[in-house]
């Protein structure tokens, strides 16, 4: 049986802490929980918690606020802050050259995150050895691209970043790429960031040749904000949320069928899904949502990732510095 696909390990996690009694054997789980963001980290640590997950053993750090969908600048910047510590921390203060890969297709507005990041990412690998006096400290080797999909190049994304790696020699590379969720409420308002590396595609059931240290031979870290939800999940949720109506308070015209909503209610989770996914195949084949107001939302999240990614490699420079030097 197909189970609703997830690239967040926070909502795998909340999965298993659903069908447990305690806690999942070999995962960690802190939470900061501020005003207006929250911040989860979910630590793997053994192959049992990877089973478990389905994921790498790794850490995977989730930022959530309904703001970040939000033109909510005191909140953007707050999140920038947060996501800068935290990329800080996971590339361990890096200092030699650094490879960033915007993932997915800018011709797409949902899938266009990636290449979006890489237009403001501020580059040096080029400049470093005529660096000002002033600026020498502050700024490391910092190269990006955005390689496309396999649909537009006919290369594996894997391949093109595998042949960079041969020739750049990079010591880390860090990857941003839009995500899928479980729940269409993270949709745009989620940010996961790990040190285990990313699949492109994976959201959208493209799986392609994983981006990690095992097959690049240089650590991954990866940046992701679910943007799609596939259809299922979608009217999934909806569902959830109309039979909790019905079960609470039935409509006098509906009370014959009180019963078969408490029924549905009671369904497993993974059964429901199935039997909304096998309705829904033969009409609409593998169709993904996406909100309206997507373009203005991955224009405002690809300015916190990548003001974040800046400022973490480029510790001498500030959110001033880099509005002077980049528009």
């Known amino acids: 049986m197909q189970s609703i696909y997830t690239d967040l390990a926070l909502e795998m996690a909340e999965q298993l802490q659903g069908d447990a009694d305690g806690g999942i054997d070999g995962v960690e789980i802190d939470v900061e929980d501020n005003i207006d963001i929250k911040v989860t980290t979910v630590r793997i640590v053994n192959e049992a918690g990877a089973t478990a997950m389905r994921k790498a053993i790794g850490n995977y750090i989730t930022i959530e606020s309904p703001e970040i969908k939000m033109n909510n600048v005191t909140v953007h910047e707050e999140i920038i802050g947060i996501l800068t510590q935290k990329l800080a921390q996971l590339t361990k203060n890096e200092k030699n050259t650094t490879l960033v890969i915007g993932l997915g297709n800018r011709n797409v507005t949902p899938d266009a995150l990636g290449p979006s990041v890489i237009s403001k990412i501020l580059v040096t690998r080029h400049i470093m050895d005529n660096l000002p006096r002033e600026l020498e400290g502050g700024l490391r080797p910092l190269c990006a691209l955005a390689p496309g999909v396999m649909g537009m190049t006919g290369i594996e994304t894997a391949e093109v970043v595998r042949g960079l790696v041969d020739h750049v020699k990079p010591t ?50 990866a940046i992701g904000v679910p943007t799609v939800v596939d259809a299922a999940t979608f009217v999934n949720d909806i569902m959830d949320l109309f039979l909790s109506e019905m079960s609470d308070k039935v409509p006098e015209c509906l009370k014959d069928g009180a019963d078969f909503f408490k029924m549905l209610k009671q369904l497993e989770e993974d059964d429901k899904y199935a039997i909304i996914r096998n309705t829904l195949a033969p009409h609409v084949g593998n169709l993904f949502v996406t909100p ?25 420079i500030d959110r001033d510095d880099i509005n002077r030097f980049m528009y």
């Not at 309206?292 to 001498?316: C, D, P, R, T, Y």
């Open 172 to 221: 880390l590379i860090i990857a941003i790429d839009a995500l899928a969720a479980r729940r269409i409420s993270r949709i745009n308002q989620t940010i996961q960031i790990t040190d285990t590396g990313i699949s492109p595609g994976a959201g959208i059931g493209n799986k392609r040749m994983a981006l990690n240290e095992e097959n690049l031979g240089v650590p991954v870290i």
């Open 292 to 316: 309206k107001e997507i373009g203005e939302v991955v224009a405002w999240l690809s300015n916190m990732i990548a003001n974040s990614i800046n400022m973490a490699m480029h510790e001498g």
